[in-house]
């Protein structure tokens, strides 16, 4: 397994948290986006290893935050990027890091009112970002 360099790791964190951001950004509400992220955070903290590392250590990614179109065109290539990345340099991190993005857009939705269509249909972008890779 070959160390992510500070890039690689900007990479893997602005996937995981912008995927975060997108699906909390795709409902309106301040206060739900607060509960939102705790609820993410609860699980990123399940995470080990080389993800964890990269979704922990160093700055948070600068996301755009004019609009949905705006964030998922950095977002869902991050997604791809970042697994491109561990497939590289840590393969058995992969499902990991996959699951872990999935897991926190999944409770990012459930955390305000169940899971809206527009939640949902962003969740369906990042499966897909993260999948298209392999």
């Known amino acids: 397994m070959d160390r992510l ?53 160093g700055p948070l990614p600068q996301l755009p935050r004019d609009s949905a179109l705006e964030i998922e065109s950095v977002v869902l290539p991050a997604l791809g990027r970042a697994v491109e990345i561990l497939r590289a340099k840590s393969p058995g991190d992969v499902e990991a890091y996959r699951s872990v993005v999935l897991a926190a857009a999944d409770q990012v939705a459930a955390a305000h009112r169940g899971v809206a269509p527009a939640e949902a249909a962003a969740i369906d972008k990042i499966r897909v970002a993260l999948t298209e890779a392999a």
């Not at 912008?18 to 705790?38: C, H, Q, W, Y």
Request: avoid cysteine; charge should be negative; charged fraction near 15%.
């Open 5 to 57: 360099t500070e890039d690689e790791q900007l990479t893997l964190k602005t996937g995981a948290f912008g995927a975060v951001f997108l699906v909390s950004n795709a409902v309106p509400g301040v206060l739900a986006m607060v509960r939102e992220s705790i609820a993410a955070s609860g699980a990123l903290a399940d995470v080990g290893g080389v993800v964890k590392e990269a979704l922990t250590t």
